[in-house]
Each structure stands twice: as structure tokens, then as C-alpha cells.
């Protein structure tokens, strides 16, 4: 390359004035107004959003012509099949980068959602989807638009058919709270009801609902709401699976835990220094961790009596966040977290040291879930900026960024849902994406 050519590209770039952006297309300076003006919309947050929607735009457009680029240099399948013939990849290292090349090639495919009411689909946003353990079904809460929420099931078991299809199932007599926690419950069976924490009004409200109000089969004869107590606004909830603290759910609040039975009605309350915003129940022990406003991560073993103070917190870890998820991996030894400064962490529970940290993610002030399929070895998150990130879980790499298909806001945050069966011991692969009032499956074959 010519020197005098690059010299002269760098006297080009335009130095930053205050109060004022630089056009490179118009090649002139134009002045920034704050952004409430309404008569000049040229503002630093309109700037930022033009430049990211065009990224946005590009970036779809590169997935429609499949011009992905490989995860890592020089990975195909070829190369891999070759490499394991060889004896120079073991059975899991083939395996796990097989599924990253799964994850590139994943392509977006819009699903209709049909519903025996047809005004349930397709007319309010999504806002929050949550499967049950074997995928078979999705909760959705959905935004309705004089406010509150809309709560209804998704059946997945249309999912493997050629036409792509879902049935969506809503109930109207629990509708119009808002929510801002959802966890399937195994009372009866498993995924057998719901637990939600949200908000009437002030205070907030705890409800335990039959998954049953939400099935198309015998209307007439459905069970009621199992419990429902009022508390201060509640931001977390997890059900514990554990046979030691049978019948039990926890709810994270302002400054406190409380741990419920459900059947004997006995609650237990932990009075914590912050806000709970995250909770997830160990399985193998009666044991919750909580992550909190603060950013600090402790487990409770909800065996233990109330206490005064706070001598009953077992393990504590600390985020510079606030945290606002937490996912125990399968052989509870590793604990993964998520913040409000876009920091994932791996911690090794028994030497309370963050041992991995996967980078790309992006968060300000949202409660964002993380999605961790060990079986295929992959963690997914969606960000703040609606882009739907895939690391790989051995080595923190960053195997694909998803641009959302609709213009990124606030409102309009994808929800999604991972797994190997989607619809069952038999459903079909893939990644769920519900965004705004459309859902869309990511093909994973």
C-alpha cells in the first residue's frame, strides 16, 4: 500500500468537536440538540441508532446470502471428519465442534401460531417465554396494549411438521398483571403449574396457577389458582425439585427471600441487604442461590431456621452489578452468572473463583436470562442491543452473533428458548426466538 495514500486517509478523519457531529458523507459538521428537541432530530441517541440499525440491516442481509463466517479458521466439516478418522480429535472434542458448525448454519424460518381464539395470535408482543424441562410446552406472557399482560401456552408439537406451525392456548380470567418472573412448577407432576411474581399494583403479587387452565381439553372442569398471596414488588422466583424441601418455591424481593410451601402454607423469610433479582434451587441439596442488586451471589440451605442477621449465608461471590441471572450446571460444582455491565462469569463453587468469563454480551439495566445447554455445550444470552449471542461453553469463544428481525428498542428485546427437542423426546432441533408478535425458529440439523 501506497504510504502517502494512508497518510493522507488519516489527515481526512475529521477530529470530534463538542456539541457537534461530523458527517462523513456529507463531509460537514452539523450541531447536536438535546434529545428531547423535537424540531431537530439530530441527536447522539438518533445517531446511535441509525448506525446500529444499519449494522443491524447488513448483518441480515449476510445471513440471508449464508455469508456467515466460520466460527473458527479454517472449521468445516470435512476437515473434522477427517481429523477424527485420523485419531487427532477426540469423540468429544468432534462432537462439540460439530455443534459449533450446527450454531453457523442455523437459519431463520417464521412460524405460524394458530389459536382457537383467534384473537390470542399475533396481536400483542411477546415479553417474556419460558419451556418446560422436556420442551414440550412454552409459558408466554405477552404485553397488552391499555397495559398489564396476557398469559397463554404455546404447544410445541406442531414444530416438526413441513408447514412449521404452533397452537397457542390462552386463559382471559388471569390476565392484565404484570409479570416480572416466571418458573414452571412440578406439584403434581412434572411441570404440572406455574409460578408468577409481579406486580397488581402496589404491593405485588405471588400466584400459583395449573398449567391445566391453559389446555384445550375439557374447559369446563379446570382447577383454580392453587395460591396467591400479595408482597412487595417481586423480581425473582425458582422451584425447588429437591425431595428434602418438597412442595417449596422461593421468591426474591425487596431486601428479603421468602421460601413457601405450597401445600402446608409454612413461608420462611431471610432479610437480605439488597434486592434478590436472580434465584435458582440446587437440585442434588436443599440449597437456593440468590443474586442481588448489590451483585453479590450467596446460597441459602433452606433447611436451616430464620436467623437474625445474615449468618446463615453459605457461599458468597460478588459482582461489580447488579446480577440478573444465575444458572447451576449440572453437576453443581460451576455456577454461571450474568450482571447489568454485560459481564457472564463461570464460578467454581468450591474455590469461589471465577474461572471463565464469555464476552460480547451487552446489558445497562435489564433483567436478561442466560440459556445454558451443556449437552450441546453452548450458552446463549440475549442482549440489551437485541442481539441474540452463542458462545461455546469449554472456551468462552464467541461462535455467532443473531441480529433481531425487527429494529432494535426497547421493547422489542427477543425472548428465546435452546434446546435439542423442541416438542419433546422427539421435536426437532433448534433455537426459538419471540420477538415483538412473531416467532421464529432457528434451524439446528
Known amino acids: 500500500e501506497d504510504p502517502s495514500s494512508s497518510s493522507s486517509t488519516q489527515n481526512s478523519v475529521a477530529p470530534e468537536l463538542p456539541g457537534f457531529y461530523y458527517d462523513p458523507e456529507k463531509n460537514r459538521y452539523f450541531r447536536l440538540l438535546p434529545g428531547h428537541n423535537n424540531h431537530n432530530p439530530l441527536t447522539k441517541d438518533s445517531i446511535q441508532h441509525k448506525v446500529m440499525e444499519c449494522k443491524r440491516l447488513r448483518l441480515l442481509e449476510e445471513e440471508e446470502k449464508q455469508n456467515q463466517k466460520a466460527t473458527r479458521a479454517g472449521l468445516n466439516s470435512s476437515v473434522l471428519l477427517q481429523r477424527r478418522q485420523l485419531g487427532l480429535l477426540s469423540s468429544t472434542s468432534y462432537c462439540r465442534l460439530v455443534h459449533e458448525l450446527k450454531v453457523n448454519c442455523m437459519q431463520r424460518r417464521k412460524i405460524e401460531i394458530h389459536s382457537p ?85 402496589t404491593p405485588g403479587c405471588a400466584s400459583l396457577l395449573p398449567a391445566s387452565l391453559f389446555s384445550s381439553t375439557n374447559p369446563g372442569d379446570r382447577p383454580g389458582m392453587l395460591c396467591s398471596f400479595k408482597i412487595s414488588t417481586a423480581w425473582s422466583c425458582a422451584w425447588c425439585l429437591n425431595p428434602q424441601a418438597d412442595n417449596c418455591f422461593s421468591t426474591g424481593l425487596t431486601r428479603r427471600v421468602l421460601v413457601t410451601n405450597v401445600v402446608t402454607g409454612h413461608r420462611q423469610t431471610f432479610g437480605t441487604s439488597s434486592d434478590v433479582l436472580a434465584q435458582q434451587f440446587a437440585t442434588q441439596t436443599p440449597v437456593l442461590y440468590n ?46 452468572a450474568a450482571d447489568m455491565a454485560g459481564k457472564i462469569k463461570l464460578w467454581d463453587l468450591r474455590t469461589t473463583k471465577c474461572v471463565k468469563q464469555y464476552k460480547g454480551h451487552h446489558n445497562e439495566y435489564a433483567l436478561l436470562p442466560l440459556h445454558v445447554n451443556e449437552e450441546e455445550g453452548l450458552l446463549i444470552a440475549v442482549g440489551q442491543d437485541c442481539y441474540t449471542r452463542i458462545w461455546s461453553l469449554q472456551d468462552a469463544h464467541l461462535l455467532r452473533t443473531i441480529p433481531s428481525p425487527h429494529p432494535s428498542s426497547k421493547d422489542a428485546i427477543p425472548s428465546v428458548v435452546f434446546s435439542s427437542r423442541l416438542g419433546g423426546s422427539r ?18 440439523n
Open 117 to 201: 381464539d383467534s384473537s390470542v395470535a399475533g396481536t400483542n408482543n411477546f415479553k417474556i417465554i419460558v419451556a418446560d424441562v422436556a420442551c414440550e410446552r412454552i409459558f408466554t406472557v405477552n404485553d397488552v396494549e391499555h397495559g398489564g399482560c396476557k398469559y397463554g401456552i404455546i404447544n410445541l408439537s406442531g414444530l416438526g411438521k413441513e408447514s412449521l406451525t404452533v397452537e397457542m392456548y390462552d386463559n382471559l380470567y388471569f390476565t392484565n398483571r404484570k409479570v416480572n418472573s416466571v418458573c414452571w412448577a412440578s406439584l403434581t407432576h412434572p411441570d404440572s403449574h406455574l409460578c408468577l411474581m409481579g406486580i397488581a399494583e
Open 291 to 336: 443474586g442481588c442488586r448489590s451483585g453479590e451471589i450467596f446460597s441459602i440451605d433452606v433447611r436451616q431456621r430464620n436467623r437474625k442477621g445474615q449468618s446463615w449465608k453459605a457461599t458468597r461471590l460478588f459482582h461489580g452489578s447488579a446480577v440478573t441471572s444465575l444458572h447451576l450446571m449440572e453437576a453443581e460444582h460451576y455456577l454461571m
Open 427 to 444: 421435536g426437532v432441533p433448534g433455537l426459538l426466538m419471540a420477538v415483538k408478535q412473531d416467532l421464529y425458529h432457528f434451524s439446528y
